[in-house]
């Protein structure tokens, strides 16, 4: 199983980027797929996640109104589309995948199976 997550870049503070990621190795609709991002010297937490089938997303409250994650099953990809960007947003964003994650606890980062490796985020102030 791979998930290779890129996008990641240096941005300026009210800029945009979009992260991808790419998983292969398993049956991608039946997978709910998550962005997790960790800042220096800071806990991993949970930005977003899809649902498989229904495609319902989830938010973390600080990414609300301005994150958009989203998925195309034709492509086995998921896309994090971050808009409005602030300092605080800086850090390495992973993907995760688990087939049997129950969502609403999604921002548990040992409930998921498969994690790739990150692409940086950087914004500046």
């Known amino acids: 199983v791979q998930l290779q997550a890129s996008g990641g870049g240096l941005v300026q503070s009210g800029g945009s980027l979009r992260l991808s990621c790419v998983v292969s190795?398993?049956?991608?609709?039946?997978?709910?797929i998550g962005w997790f991002r960790q800042a220096p010297g800071k806990e991993r937490e949970g930005a977003a996640c899809i649902n498989s089938g229904d495609s319902k997303a989830y938010y973390m409250d600080s990414v609300k109104g301005r994150f958009t994650i989203s998925r195309d099953n034709a492509k086995n990809t998921v896309y994090l589309q971050m808009n409005s960007l602030k300092y605080e947003d800086t850090g390495v964003y992973y993907c995760?995948?688990?087939?049997?994650?129950?969502?609403?606890?999604?921002?548990?980062?040992?409930?998921?199976?498969?994690w790739g490796q990150g692409t940086l985020v950087t914004v500046s102030s």
């Open positions: 190795g398993l049956d991608f609709d039946d997978y709910a």
């Open positions: 995760t995948a688990d087939s049997r994650i129950i969502l609403t606890q999604y921002a548990n980062a040992r409930s998921w199976d498969f």
